[in-house]
């Protein structure tokens, strides 16, 4: 009993120093006179990045960004989920490929490779139309407003199909038969009957990818930059980016704005989350819908799929590839195979930077997902098993942390490094890390833990075993499964971070995406391709080899000790 | 081991109202019997075995098991189930699914850390004596229910433990596979010589396998006794319709002669059991059990509690007619050899004895 009711209240303290450290300490930097004087109370750094005549167009920038990258999202996630769900589309195991797998793909290469296909000097589009046209200029730019949505709605469009798939597979067929049966086409009841029902669906997914575009740093960074567009986040990371002149104040300043936006919409969101889940629950009858013939459509709709599956998968891996091996920009041509080396990639291996990114990297992502998914299985259990007031608190902590831009948290957690000896090590990194992406642990621990009937564990404790016997024996191995997917989404996570690493990082510290970044500023695209590959090698290669530890470890205990 | 419950009380909050599911329980538990705690679902008998092993923890009074104090609210005891050294079957026997039916049964002994070789050997025993030996390396999830029950029952016996408690253990087998497992559990538990505390709602399971039911409800101990006691002599309404089937009627007491005590009913005079302790005048209610009602066409001589009234059904149900009776305003329930040949609408003459009438307090 003493060990049990020991854990939940330290449970409490470092999920909440975690999350809550933060944001106490972006609240207390935005008042403080500058790192070195932290606690020194001053309004200025709020007067002077509120009078900052810059700052309206960094927030119509925003709000267009935002909203923008929300509808290119939750259109094509709502097209392709209502293809899936209520129609005869072939091939349908491709949308749940479309689903997952560009998840794999860091968003800061998926941005790359865009500006590699449409930059306005050489990118790879732009060269091929001005060459068959025999055009002086490019015709496209993607360092523009319209380019940032595009990448980044297509960067967002898993995250909304993950929320209207389900809503439109749990959606009453018997609504739309009524309206056909009143004699409406099926055009006219997608529109008068089943888009309303889904409304609250529709929004939820629309609200979730502003929030996720808002924190976003990769596509804003890359894209928005180079063409002086400047988003919030871009913002805060210029204030603090520029030399000698980094100024944290201004930063936490600007940070409370985003803060306080991402914090209402997520309320919002889960406001509309619980709405939605009301009109699903009226439904479900394990009725199967009947699924709308498309006919001649069939194939023009497979297209487009096929379209969007190819650039959202293959392209951004081939373009980098591509580039890699040529020694500067150029349509694929005779010409180009014949060039085509392996000089970038050793460039980079011969890197000492580039080298310490990739140990740096894999230390955070091993380390890292191993310390998170401990810290998630504690969580978990006291979240889903002990149920008392004081693990609801844990839970809304554990959680806060998805309502935070990575680019805000890191600098209140720059704050807070500075007074301590933690400053400029991989430790703070480590940290942050974990602080921002517990929820990536906890969300598979904890279904797993629902499935764990408490009779299994009850009987443990009756057969003589404690609570941490329990947890050892028969506990911790059912949730094998949950630790690897956990393990597995923290350390890819973990491996491609950029937000958090853009602020803390610095000489000797750096990571793969923040040194992927610094070629992009440099326009080193060749080594960019080659170090983008190796980090997508490193992700695959602790997927791979989590799944098989896990696969082993859940053999060894069924087959006995 | 005798087990020993003093003043016990358990509450439970459910949307702001407290719920006692322990209303100051005083009960004695004698060692090497099969004690059954009986009772309609939500009358506490969970809550009182979960209590007893540990997985709950009362609001009040105390718990000793074999005289050691295993929960005392006044002295500030609170002994974890891991150290109880107790088992118990539970009622989705909590197999575990990622081990295989060796490591299952073995689990209590390593927790005891055992020696690995007099684990297989007790493991190896165990498995035989509920008839499942060579099944060590069967996966946990590759077992019917009926195998699982019985892993989970080794895995109880393994310890040798001196207290088994069960929680429903039959609920999740079919009919009849249940029937047989019943049996088998019975001849196990009274061939161990320990004490088997059993918690079951099913009357039929509680009246063959115990030998001492203690009838719970509203979270309190209502009546305890043997299986016969409880079913045949039982004073109290609630027991005697909840044990068996029953017909309950009204009446008042008359007097008591010699060998009965007589009731005023609705159906007339009936001579029952002698209840001296019931003042003449009394409202009370008589229990008469369908089996022992006997029906005739004709009028029967010199038989006491004899009554005419009219078949209202009569249902084959294949050992037995059941079937009703009308007597004025009352309808009686019989259950008769399916052999006698009445159909509804007859009129049909009914008697009883008296030792099978029960005077039941109101």
Redesign the interface.
């Known amino acids: 009993?003493s060990k049990r009711s020991a854990l939940t209240p330290s449970l409490i303290i470092i999920v909440g120093f975690l999350t809550v450290c933060p944001v106490v300490m972006l609240v207390l930097g935005s008042f403080s006179e500058g790192l070195d004087a932290f606690g020194n109370f001053t309004l200025d750094k709020y007067i002077q990045s509120y009078t900052n005549p810059e700052l309206a167009d960094i927030i119509i920038n925003t709000v267009i960004f935002t909203i923008g990258s929300a509808i290119v999202a939750t259109f094509l996630a709502l097209f392709l989920a209502y293809l899936n769900t209520r129609t005869n589309i072939p091939f349908k195991f491709l949308f749940r490929i479309i689903s997952i797998i560009p998840m794999m793909i860091p968003h800061i290469l998926f941005s790359v490779s865009w500006v590699l296909l449409l930059n306005p000097s050489n990118g790879l589009i732009n060269l091929f139309l001005r060459q068959i046209f025999n055009l002086a200029d490019s015709p496209f730019s993607i360092y523009t407003l319209p380019g940032m949505i595009l990448v980044e709605g297509l960067l967002d469009l898993p995250i909304a199909y993950l929320i209207l798939a389900p809503a439109l597979a749990a959606f009453d067929v018997a609504l739309e038969e009524s309206s056909k049966v009143c004699g409406a086409s099926n055009l006219r009841t997608l529109v008068k009957v089943t888009l309303p029902v889904l409304r609250p669906a529709i929004l939820a997914s629309f609200i979730l990818v502003i929030v996720r575009s808002l924190a976003s740093f990769a596509v804003p960074s890359v894209i928005g930059m180079p063409g002086r567009i400047y988003v919030l986040a871009t913002h805060i990371y210029q204030i603090i980016a520029t030399g000698f002149a980094a100024d944290y104040g201004m930063a936490a300043a600007v940070g409370m704005s985003a803060l306080a936006a991402s914090i209402v919409l997520i309320y919002l969101y889960r406001y509309l989350t619980s709405e939605s889940e009301k009109f699903v629950t009226i439904s479900s009858r394990g009725y199967r819908p009947a699924l709308i013939d498309l006919k001649k459509a069939k194939y023009p709709l497979f297209g487009i799929v096929g379209i969007l599956s190819f650039v959202l998968i293959l392209l951004p891996v081939l373009v980098l590839f591509y580039t890699s091996l040529v020694p500067y920009s150029m349509v694929p041509s005779a010409k180009a195979f014949s060039l085509m080396s392996w000089k970038n990639w050793v460039a980079v291996l011969k890197d000492p930077i580039s080298l310490l990114s990739v140990k740096n990297s894999v230390f955070l992502g091993v380390v890292g997902a191993t310390v998170g998914v401990i810290l998630s299985v504690f969580v978990s259990y006291v979240i889903v098993k002990v149920r008392t007031t004081a693990s609801g608190i844990l839970e809304s902590l554990s959680f806060l942390s998805f309502s935070f831009p990575g680019i805000v948290v890191g600098v209140g957690f720059m704050w807070f490094f500075v007074q301590t000896p933690l400053y400029a090590t991989i430790w703070s990194l480590l940290i942050g890390y974990i602080a921002t992406y517990l929820p990536y642990g906890i969300r598979p621990l904890t279904s797993a833990f629902i499935q764990i009937?408490s009779?299994?564990e009850?009987?443990?404790?009756?057969?003589?075993?404690?609570t941490f016997?329990?947890l050892r024996?028969?506990v911790i191995?059912?949730l094998i499964p949950g630790i690897v997917s956990g393990w597995i989404l923290m350390a890819t996570m973990y491996v491609r971070e950029l937000t958090l690493s853009v602020v803390l990082s610095r000489p000797g510290t750096e990571v793969l995406a923040v040194q992927i970044f610094r070629f992009a500023e440099d326009g080193l695209w060749g080594k960019l391709s080659a170090l983008g590959i190796m980090m997508i090698f490193i992700s695959t290669a602790l997927v791979v080899i989590a799944s098989l530890v896990g696969a082993k470890l859940?053999r060894v205990?069924?087959?006995?000790? | 081991m005798e087990i020993r419950i003093r003043k016990l009380s358990k509450y439970f909050f459910s949307e702001g109202k407290q719920i006692k599911a322990l209303d100051n329980v005083d009960l004695v538990i004698p060692a090497n019997q099969i004690f059954t705690l009986l009772g309609p679902s939500g009358c506490g008998k969970t809550t009182l075995l979960r209590c007893i092993v540990g997985l709950e923890l009362p609001d009040t009074g105390e718990i000793s098991i074999g005289g050691d104090i295993v929960y005392s609210k006044e002295k500030n005891v609170f002994l974890a189930p891991e150290k109880r050294g107790l088992s118990m079957v539970f009622q989705t026997y909590a197999i575990w699914p990622h081990m295989n039916v060796f490591n299952n049964v073995a689990y209590p002994l390593q927790t005891r850390k055992t020696p690995k070789e007099e684990i297989r050997n007790k493991v190896k025993k165990t498995l035989e004596f509920v008839q499942l030996d060579g099944f060590e390396n069967r996966p946990a999830t590759k077992l019917s229910g009926g195998q699982q029950q019985r892993v989970a029952l080794a895995r109880a016996l393994v310890p040798e433990p001196k207290v088994i408690l069960f929680d429903e253990p039959l609920s999740n087998l079919d009919a009849k596979l249940r029937e047989e497992t019943r049996k088998e559990l019975r001849s196990f538990l009274t061939r161990l010589k320990i004490t088997a505390v059993y918690v079951t709602h099913d009357r039929i399971e509680a009246l063959s396998l115990s030998d001492t039911i203690a009838v719970m409800r509203g979270g309190r101990i209502t009546e305890v006794g043997t299986p016969k006691d409880i079913y045949f002599n039982s004073s109290k309404k609630f027991v005697a319709d909840f044990i068996g089937r029953a017909n309950l009627i009204e009446g008042k007491v008359a007097r008591h002669d010699d060998h009965h005590t007589v009731v005023d009913s609705q159906i007339g005079a009936l001579a029952c059991k002698k209840r001296p302790d019931v003042p003449p005048g009394a409202a009370v209610t008589v229990c008469i059990r369908p089996e022992f009602i006997r029906v005739s066409a004709a009028f029967p001589e010199d038989a006491p509690n004899t009554c005419r009234g009219r078949v209202e059904s009569m249902v084959f149900v294949g050992d037995s007619y059941e079937g009703e009776i009308r007597i004025g305003n009352t309808c009686l329930v019989i259950q008769i050899e399916p052999t006698f040949g009445c159909k509804e609408g007859d009129t049909a003459h009914i008697s009883f004895d008296p030792q099978h009438c029960t005077v039941l307090n109101r």
């Open positions: 009993m009937h009779h299994l009850e009987s443990s404790r009756v057969s003589g075993g404690g016997y329990t024996r028969v191995p059912l859940t205990q069924t087959e006995g000790e």
